[in-house]
């Protein structure tokens, strides 16, 4: 994870504003282990993230929005400390996210179709065209059989 964010430190506000994961998320990756506790100041005692902590935040943040689970980012981040030794441990878990993410691809797009034949439908049924609101309603019909296997 190497995302650069630029010299010095930042504040819990600054490391949420540039990872886009709330404070409170920063707060429970941290309190859950999928970050390492965080350095704090040492009269504030707030946490003070430094650049390394950014970038590793920064890849958490992007793991995250793929959908991967809190156990998963957590194993994730430990097998990254490891290197080569866990690189087969990083690929089954990456794998395992991608053919997720295809999956959600393929849903969504029967749920599109399923949507782009109602709005067909109502708009046949808008120009009084009764056999082609027919047809279309028919096939949302058999669109919906995949859409209740696919839940």
Excluded: F
């Excluded at 429970?28 to 005692?45: K, L, Q």
């Excluded at 029967?110 to 708009?123: E, G, P, Q």
């Amino acid at each position: 994870m190497t995302t650069e964010t630029g010299e010095g430190t930042h504040t819990i506000k600054e490391a949420a504003a540039l990872t886009g994961l709330p404070a409170s998320t920063l707060r429970y990756y941290e309190s859950v282990g999928v970050i390492a506790p965080v350095a704090r100041g040492e009269s504030s005692r707030h946490r003070v993230y430094t650049d390394a902590d950014m970038n590793l935040l920064i890849g958490v943040a992007c793991l995250a929005a793929t959908g991967m689970s809190v156990n998963d980012m957590r194993s994730y981040v430990e097998n990254g400390q490891l290197g080569r030794a866990a690189a087969e441990r990083q690929i089954a878990l990456l794998d395992e996210r991608a053919e997720r993410l295809a999956e959600e691809a393929r849903l969504i797009k029967v749920r599109r179709r399923y949507v782009d034949l109602k709005i067909a439908y109502w708009r046949a049924v808008a120009a009084g065209d009764d056999a082609e609101a027919e047809r279309l309603a028919e096939d949302a019909r058999s669109l919906v059989k995949r859409l209740r296997l696919v839940k």
